[in-house]
């Protein structure tokens, strides 16, 4: 009986002992070329407030330089040197009367009226004394025309008007109410 149970039980140990030495193999996981993207949240704008400030104080230098109206004529071009990516100059004069906007033109030389009015008039208390950010909710003409919560900076440029640029930070929570935040400093 011996003799029967030895062969079953010699193949038994070699085939447990063939099938650990190919677990214990050495064997090298392929490595991803580059780590997957790290999402993005909606509400964060993908230009810093330090370009956004950036982009508006080399517009009020180009006002100062060139002159109002040449200069008002560069930021409503929307192939001008004013509409980088999602930012773009806009023009108001302190009485509400839009003065250069590249993305909506056929408001040029109109008073902002409604709830743009509220906004345009809130935003232009903002900066009368120098500069300011503001947050407000405007649609975004690139996203479907989607009301959307927007962070601007707007700078004087002279007793009469003013100019600003702002970046879409999301979805509008809520009413979606047009609303002005007037934050001096972020």
Not at 14 to 31: D, K, Q, Y
């Amino acid at each position: 009986m011996r003799r029967t149970l030895l062969p079953p039980l010699l193949v038994l140990i070699l085939f447990t002992l063939a099938v650990a030495a190919g677990c214990a193999e050495n064997r090298t996981l392929p490595v991803p070329a580059t780590p997957p993207p790290t999402p993005v949240s909606p509400m964060m704008p993908s230009v810093s407030n330090e370009t956004l400030v950036s982009f508006v104080d080399h517009a009020v230098a180009y006002a100062k330089e060139q002159g109002d109206q040449r200069a008002l004529s560069e930021f409503s071009n929307r192939n001008g040197s004013f509409m980088q990516g999602e930012l773009y100059i806009f023009a108001y004069g302190y009485n509400g009367t839009t003065l250069a906007h590249p993305i909506n033109p056929e408001a040029i030389g109109k008073p902002r009226e409604g709830a743009n009015a509220v906004f345009v008039k809130e935003m232009a208390e903002t900066v009368r004394n120098g500069s300011g950010f503001y947050r407000y909710v405007y649609i975004n003409p690139r996203d479907n025309n989607i009301l959307e919560s927007k962070l601007g900076y707007g700078r004087q440029v002279a007793d009469d008007w003013w100019l600003g640029s702002g970046v879409y930070t999301g979805p509008v929570n809520g009413t979606g109410t047009a609303t002005v935040t007037s934050l001096k400093t972020l």
